[in-house]
């Protein structure tokens, strides 16, 4: 992968523990489906982005956007401030870590930089689908996209009524 792309995972929470980690609970592998029509609130819905960066090429800033399919203004937009100290931070232990590789000259240094958001009471009127967009160094990448529906009545019934079926591409 090239700086700037990356990878998403949708969840029902994301919480921090000691040390750094976090916890992600309740994981979206799918669809997120809701039991009963819209709209909907879901008590919490947690977003964690991944960025692959070289951290010796790192721009001074980056954008993530959370964006919804049935809204124009994005759900979220943070400006991310890759600050000299971030840099630095993220060579602090490089190479050392890891293993030197005889056939690497250094010429970067890769990294996964992770984004966790989390919203309280996540408004959702509409079936739609969420995406997050990552502008990394003058370049858009799509990270990650979700569709939210509601769950189908019955396999008979989506059988029988295809012409509101919802295509995915």
Not at 70 to 91: G, N, T
Request: aromatic share 8%; proline share 6%; glycine share 4%.
């Amino acid at each position: 992968m090239k700086a700037g792309e990356g990878y998403v995972i949708f969840c029902e929470d994301i919480r921090a523990e000691a040390a750094g980690r976090s916890t992600i609970v309740g994981v979206f592998s799918e669809d997120i489906i809701f039991s009963s029509d819209f709209p909907n609130t879901m008590p919490k819905l947690g977003v964690q982005s991944n960025v692959y960066v070289d951290a010796l090429a790192l721009p001074n800033n980056m954008t993530l956007r959370v964006e919804a399919s049935w809204q124009e203004e994005p759900v979220a937009e943070l400006e991310i401030d890759l600050s000299d100290e971030i840099k630095e931070h993220m060579l602090d232990d490089y190479p050392s870590r890891y293993p030197r590789d005889p056939l690497s000259t250094f010429d970067s240094v890769p990294r996964i930089l992770s984004i966790v958001t989390v919203f309280p009471l996540f408004e959702v009127p509409q079936q739609g689908m969420l995406r997050v967009v990552c502008n990394y160094d003058g370049s858009e990448y799509l990270l990650g996209r979700k569709l939210i529906r509601a769950a189908a009545a019955s396999r008979s019934e989506e059988q029988s009524d295809e012409s509101e079926s919802i295509l995915i591409e």
